[in-house]
């Protein structure tokens, strides 16, 4: 019945949502930041912990939709042992993925993150994947300890 | 019910024959905002054709004319809702416009610092933010009335609530979130026993039922066209002659006026005292073409036709495992919220989308509904006087297969 679905919700969406990875409290993070969508009451909290510019572990804690949980259980894992310049640069190209300004989509540069592709087609659905990107730029750039998407 | 003219009405909807994604269109996002049959569509097109100019002010053959249709849709509401006179119903952008126009007007004349408003915890954010900006204006408190598990209002709290500070009563006559209708007539009596003025927000109510102002003795009712099988951008505040003429002036400007000059100006009668400018001319004269088009039906009918789809429909509902209903009253309007167990609502919206049902997900601008009822957001499927039964099972059907698909 859902056929036309198949390249927005992956299997790979449903084992994150069903297992989200890296669904724990850091003690102690180094950076703890809120993300909200208040749109569809999306809400989570991300966990970093840096080692100088290195983040060398992330979680979150919260409750979304299927690709806003699979996004950030994703990206809590790809980010781990990656600089702060390689997580921002990652998180350009996975914006421009998913909202489509970038048509080819760069498997080497996104890995796993290409099953997330499919948002592009439902503009509607772009920002379930980038809140956890958003809320990880602000972590990043230590704006504040909560953000909103609108 | 076996008389009722669902083929035609179907018919007279354009927009319902379309496909979407290959598939039928299920329109079931009526709550947020309804289609409109050809009628209105075409008197649209005919005023703007045969009919437009400005109103109220041209001695010329269109403007008479123009001014004559819209005064006519005036009438039109006034019967609709069985208001006393013409001069109690003033045209407005929609229900949000009208209740803050009445917190801005009757508000600030009638409500201080330490006075209380009353409401209830299954109101729209539009009868929440207005108060609250009086309240941070004036000093005045907002009061808010409980509701139980069931989404009812806790009828004995809220009489509990009225003070002898209470200005002002403002409470949803259906609440779109839950579909719960509440108990008006006794919220008035129980208002008015100690002089309290009631508002009515009637965005949902009124595309569901009769509504007779003199009956429920209201002292303001207000919805949109919107939901009213009318444009957009016109709505209704009626309010009883003896409060509006006691209000000041909304906005100043042309038509609102009688005499002008620059050391003073005097405000013209009901209703154009609260009409500033020149107004939403055509979409006025549409929303007397949707009227008619429902008084045609009759309200009764259309009611007794969308309480049996809802009852059909919560049935159905009820029988699939993992399914919760938000909003179980007993008195209750063609609206069924609804969550499921792990999938979250934007999920069921694309899902149900992809088959053509258009359903919203989301917190349905009642934010403390959700909180209520501890879910972020949820699922809402709302009848109108054009969905059949057999529309009913088609998205049982697919609410069952999407719980499948999730494993
Ligand atoms: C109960 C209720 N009140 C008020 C409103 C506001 O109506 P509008 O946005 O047309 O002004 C709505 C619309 O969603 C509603 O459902």
């Known amino acids: 019945m859902f056929e036309d679905l198949r390249d927005l919700y992956q299997e790979v969406i449903f084992d994150h949502n069903r297992n989200p990875r890296n669904f724990r409290v850091i003690e102690n993070a180094d950076r703890k930041v809120e993300g909200f969508n208040p749109l569809c009451g999306d809400r989570l909290t991300l966990f970093l912990t840096l080692d100088h510019d290195v983040i060398t572990d992330a979680s979150f804690q919260g409750s979304g939709c299927a690709i806003s949980t699979a996004s950030v259980s994703l990206m809590t894992g790809i980010i781990q042992g990656k600089t702060i310049a390689e997580a921002e640069k990652l998180f350009t190209t996975f914006h421009d993925m998913t909202t489509g300004k970038e048509e080819e989509i760069q498997l080497e540069a996104v890995g796993k993150l290409a099953v997330l592709a499919g948002v592009r087609e439902f503009p509607a659905r772009v920002k379930c994947a980038t809140l956890a990107w958003h809320t990880l730029d602000a972590a990043l750039n230590n704006s504040g300890n909560s953000i909103s998407t609108e | 019910m076996t008389n009722y003219p669902i083929a035609k009405i179907r018919a007279d909807f354009p927009i319902l024959k379309q496909k979407i994604r290959n598939k039928d ?3 079931l996002d009526n709550a947020a905002s309804c289609q409109k049959p050809i009628q209105v569509i075409d008197c649209i097109g005919n005023f703007y054709k045969q009919d437009y100019a400005n109103i109220h002010r041209g001695v010329h ?103 002898a500070k209470t200005k002002l009563v403002s409470v949803v006559h259906m609440s779109n979130a839950l579909g719960s209708i509440n108990p008006v007539k006794q919220i008035i009596a129980a208002a008015h026993a100690k002089n309290i003025p009631v508002l009515l927000d009637g965005a949902q109510a009124i595309p ?3 509504i007779d102002v003199q009956a429920l003795d209201c002292d303001f009712y207000v919805f949109s066209g919107h939901k009213l099988y009318a444009p957009s951008g016109i709505g209704v505040l009626y309010g009883k002659q003896e409060l509006l003429e006691q209000m000041p002036a909304y906005q100043g400007g042309g038509d609102m006026i009688r005499t002008v000059s620059f050391e003073t100006s005097t405000y013209a009668g009901l209703p154009y005292k609260f009409e500033a400018g020149t107004p939403n001319i055509v979409d006025t004269v549409a929303l007397g073409a949707a009227i008619d088009y429902l008084t045609s039906i009759g309200m009764e009918t259309i009611a007794a036709y969308e309480h049996e789809l809802l009852l059909y429909a919560t049935e159905k509902a009820q029988q699939i495992n993992g399914l919760n209903i938000i909003g179980t009253a007993k008195e209750k309007g063609a609206i069924l919220s609804f969550t499921l167990d792990n999938i979250h609502p934007h999920d069921i919206g694309t899902m149900l989308d992809s088959v053509g049902i258009a359903i919203r997900a989301g917190h349905h601008c009642a934010m403390p509904v959700m909180d209520f009822f501890d879910v972020p957001a949820t699922a809402r499927a709302s009848f109108a006087m054009y969905n059949t039964k057999a529309e009913v099972d088609v998205l049982i059907e697919a609410i069952q297969e999407l719980i499948n698909v999730f494993g």
């Open chain 2, 25 to 27: 269109l299920i329109y």
């Open chain 2, 208 to 210: 569901h039922m009769s």
């Open chain 2, 61 to 163: 053959t269109l403007s008479q004319r123009a001014t004559d249709k819209y005064e006519q849709a005036r009438h039109t509401v006034q019967e609709f809702i069985n208001a006393k006179s013409a001069k109690e119903i003033v045209f407005v952008r929609g229900a949000t416009e009208a209740i803050n126009l009445i917190a801005q007007t009757f508000g600030k004349a009638n409500i201080a610092a330490g006075d209380e408003i009353l409401i209830t915890a299954m109101e729209h954010h539009s009868n929440i933010v207005p108060w609250q900006m009086l309240c941070a204006e004036t000093g005045a408190i907002l009061k808010v009335a409980p509701i139980n598990q069931q989404g009812e209002l806790i009828y004995a709290q809220f009489e509990e609530l009225i003070s």
